[in-house]
């Protein structure tokens, strides 16, 4: 029988896979965001997710995926984030709870990561740190919106994903910023850090896989693919036929050209080219482990290079 399942922020990334795979399989999406999809041929509702009319116009559904939040790391008014990653996802939950529905809430693999950590180590999504542990106000409110929607609404489950990459991101999110710059040759040299890249897609297909699996405990951790930056830049250089980014930048050196880019963003009211806590959460020296995932959900991350080869084509069509 066909379902009608909301997913909130349906126009960003990893809402227009889910709303296209939603379809995919005869059940009907029902978009909640600040924008439409004018290609998307089905129900979308313009609005915030912490505006109470905007959920009073959904109207029933059978399942709610909360995907819409700030993603971007940095913002001048850090309060941002509290109000759209925390309040938003609390109203989520207790539109779920009214219609007694599951619900599927879209975290953040920054939950997992404490400050002040520089020892090796493997996260396989089950740590839980306290939202005051964690690095800056973004993980701070995706942590804080784990904790309230549970204590609201107990039939939901929490996903985790690491960094999403792929096709589809038009506005783009950070790790797509950097496969853009990358590919047009704008990058003169990366930090030495770490990264997890998961394809998009394959996110997408285990929200649905949380949201299907009514015994689902979680939290899932839905990661790929572990690199260096220096690696990961080198193999989408690689795929787009360019010259990787030159330099390594020592995270030191990382972290003070962080803090004079957000003070001349915040003067000059422009994005940041990289936000201070994203160079915090890249310098710690963690890998990660999906298996957990893997066996409950039967999660899979595709092959690196097939993720790259179609991360580099989007970008090369939508940017460069």
């Known amino acids: 029988m066909s379902q009608r399942i909301l997913v909130t922020g349906s126009t960003g ?11 995919a399989r005869g059940d009907t999406p029902i978009g909640l965001d600040l924008e439409t999809n004018p290609d998307a041929p089905f129900l979308q509702v313009v609005g915030s997710v912490n505006d109470p009319a905007a959920w009073k116009t959904v109207g029933a559904v059978d399942a709610v995926i909360h995907a819409a939040a700030l993603t971007d790391l940095w913002r001048p008014n850090p309060e941002e984030f509290d109000h759209v990653n925390r309040a938003g996802s609390v109203m989520a939950a207790q539109f779920a709870h009214k219609l007694d529905v599951r619900m599927v809430l ?4 920054t939950v997992l990561m404490p400050t002040g950590r520089e020892d090796e180590r493997t996260l396989t999504g089950r740590e839980a740190s306290e939202p005051n542990d964690l690095i800056g106000p ?22 985790r994903p690491t960094a999403p990459i792929g096709p589809g991101d038009h506005r783009p999110t950070p790790p797509m910023r950097l496969v853009r710059d990358v590919v047009a040759g704008k ?3 990366v930090m030495q850090g770490r990264i997890n890249v998961i394809d998009v897609r394959d996110v997408a297909a285990g929200v649905l896989a949380a949201l299907d699996k009514t015994q689902a405990e979680g939290p ?9 930056l220096k690696a990961f830049a080198a193999s989408v250089a690689e ?50 482990d999906a298996t957990y995932a893997e066996k409950d959900l039967g999660f899979k991350a595709r092959p690196l290079d097939e993720t790259i080869k179609d991360a580099v084509a989007f970008a090369r069509q939508e940017w460069v």
């Not at 879209?106 to 693999?109: I, K, L, Q, T």
């Open 13 to 23: 990334f990893l809402g227009r896979h889910l709303c296209q795979m939603i379809g």
């Open 106 to 109: 879209v975290s953040s693999y």
């Open 138 to 159: 973004y993980a701070h409110s995706k942590r804080m919106a784990e904790l309230e929607v549970r204590e609201v609404h107990s039939n939901s489950v929490v996903v």
């Open 187 to 189: 990058l003169p040299g």
């Open 220 to 228: 899932y951790l839905l990661s790929g693919h572990d690199l260096s």
């Open 239 to 288: 795929a787009a036929g360019v010259k990787p980014p030159a330099l390594e930048v020592p995270v030191g050196l990382a972290k003070v050209a962080a803090h004079v880019d957000e003070g001349l963003a915040k003067l000059r009211s422009r994005p940041v080219m990289a936000p201070l806590d994203g160079v915090r959460l890249a310098a710690q020296p963690v890998s990660f």
